[in-house]
């Protein structure tokens, strides 16, 4: 059979042998690496500062609800083994943020704080209220970001009961930059707006803010964002659209720029609240910066730890998760395609 082979046939039958090969040494190699992750997973819980907590803590866990206000609770007790773990441990997508820096905004000190990541909190705090349940404590979380019309990104602060919208690139740059010539303006550095890192910003003056927008071409660019309307559940791509479908549920004055201006002040349209998210932020994530091993060893933490939960499963966890580190759509979709495999 052999000899009835051409020559090319014979050649192209060696090239596919030698990519067969090629691959399956590969997956070797792959499997190897998963090998040696599952021989140092979690060590670090089996020494100090972390075995404590974790003895203490795990049972504690197991106990209540996953993902719930006590399970939220019982996590905050455990945040110094925590934070050690994150730092040792990079199937961890806080592993990646571990060089984050927190200081307190300017005017908002005790209440909110701007990292040099570009993201923003509220801090843990009493809160003062009369009556018979007097002052409650109130848990500092990461608060939400908007994307404006124009590619920034927005938060409201809220003081006093007063609300406040901010940009975050000034958020961090008043707390991080120092402004001996008071500059007026903060550049973004590559040109993206919503790239808020400390290592991206710079003071400018209009005039170099100006010719640092033809530099990068920012001027040319269109946003490309989803819309959203809170009350009604609509979403759309774009405002134009969203004007269409308000008018056709009977809001006779929807106009685009209406819904635009909302978004870029964070105000309202027609009563209606709007937000807007770029199809950049779905990979603006913690996980960007893991390879496929970090991947994988993460979804098999996840399940281990979903397992020890009388209510818990794989599906929630990867649910509970996708806010929490922001995973795009199509990432989400691989690990539950995964989690079916592990599960069968």
């Known amino acids: 059979m052999d000899s009835e082979l051409t020559a090319e ?18 997956l070797n190699q792959f499997a190897i690496a998963l ?53 040792k441990n990079r199937h961890h997508p806080e592993f990646f943020t571990k060089d984050e820096v927190w200081k307190d905004i300017p005017g908002y000190v005790g209440h909110y704080q701007v990292s040099s990541l570009g993201n923003v909190r509220s ?24 994307r404006t019309p124009k590619g920034y990104c927005r938060v409201q602060l809220v003081l006093s009961g007063v609300a406040k919208n901010h940009m975050v690139h000034r958020l961090v740059a008043d707390a991080f930059l120092k402004n001996l010539e008071n500059k007026p303006v903060v550049n973004h550095i590559n040109g993206i707006k919503h790239d808020n890192r400390l290592a991206n910003l710079e003071w400018a ?36 659209k969203m004007e269409t479908l308000l008018r056709e549920r009977g809001y006779a004055r929807a106009s685009a720029s209406g819904i635009w201006n909302s978004l870029d002040s964070g105000g309202k349209h027609l009563d209606l609240t709007f937000t807007a998210t770029a199809f950049e932020d779905w990979m603006n994530s913690p996980v960007n910066g893991m390879n496929l091993l970090d991947i994988v060893e993460m979804l098999l933490d996840w399940k281990a730890a979903s397992e020890r939960h009388n209510d818990g499963n794989i ?5 509970h ?24």
Not at 123 to 146: F, P, W, Y
């Open 9 to 26: 046939e014979k050649a192209t039958n060696f090239e596919t042998m030698r990519h067969i090969e090629r691959v399956r040494n590969l």
């Open 35 to 87: 090998l040696r992750r599952g021989e140092l997973h979690d060590q670090s819980k089996l020494e100090r500062p972390e075995v404590e907590l974790f003895t203490e803590w795990t049972p504690k866990l197991a106990a209540c609800t996953y993902g719930s206000a006590e399970y939220d609770e019982y996590r905050k007790q455990l945040a110094p083994s925590l934070s050690h773990h994150y730092a």
């Open 321 to 344: 998760n996708t806010k929490r580190f922001n995973l795009s759509p199509q990432l989400v979709s691989i690990l539950e395609n995964t989690a079916s495999l592990l599960d069968n």
């Open 315 to 319: 599906l929630k966890s990867i649910q």
């Open 123 to 146: 801090v843990d705090r009493e809160v003062h209220r009369g009556g018979a349940t007097g002052n409650i404590c109130m848990s500092g979380k990461t608060l939400a970001q908007h």
């Open 205 to 240: 003056t209009h005039c170099e803010n100006q010719i640092h927008a033809y530099d990068t071409l920012l001027r040319h660019p269109s946003v490309k964002y989803v819309v959203e309307c809170e009350e009604l559940g609509i979403v759309t791509f774009g405002c134009e």
